[in-house]
């Protein structure tokens, strides 16, 4: 159930996301106005698969954020041989932040039932 509800709230959000930017052109502007976007779509897009993997596979947090940070290195590493893409490592930086900023969320949140499960 739990899966489900998190599945729709990504799908609201990207489907709002997406509607705004087809739809505003200032939008579009405000998005692709400073030049660290590809920062902030690594930040979205690790923080994304994390959250995906750790609600899929059920494994324990340390070990998806770890896994998964092992193939923000792995991908950064391949981009670095090939010739169109650069692999750098600002770009492996903002994946480890993205999955650090899951890990927080997540924590925080367990931490949070666990505190209020205590006070019934």
């Not at 923080?47 to 991908?75: C, D, E, R």
């Not at 981009?79 to 169109?84: E, I, S």
């Not at 367990?110 to 205590?118: A, D, E, I, P, T």
């Amino acid at each position: 159930m739990k899966s489900r509800y998190h599945l729709s709230i990504l799908t609201v959000l990207i489907t709002l996301f997406f509607a705004l930017y087809f739809s505003s052109e200032e939008f579009r502007r405000l998005v692709f106005r400073s030049t660290q976007i590809d920062s902030i779509g690594h930040i979205i897009s690790f923080f994304a698969l994390t959250w995906v993997l750790h609600s899929i596979l059920k494994l324990p947090l340390l070990n998806t954020m770890l896994t998964v940070a092992f193939y923000g290195a792995l991908t950064e590493l391949g981009q670095y041989y090939l010739g169109f893409r650069s692999g750098e490592f600002n770009d492996f930086f903002s994946d480890l932040v993205g999955i650090a900023l899951f890990g927080l969320v997540r924590w925080s949140i367990l931490m949070y039932r666990n505190r209020s499960g205590n006070r019934l």
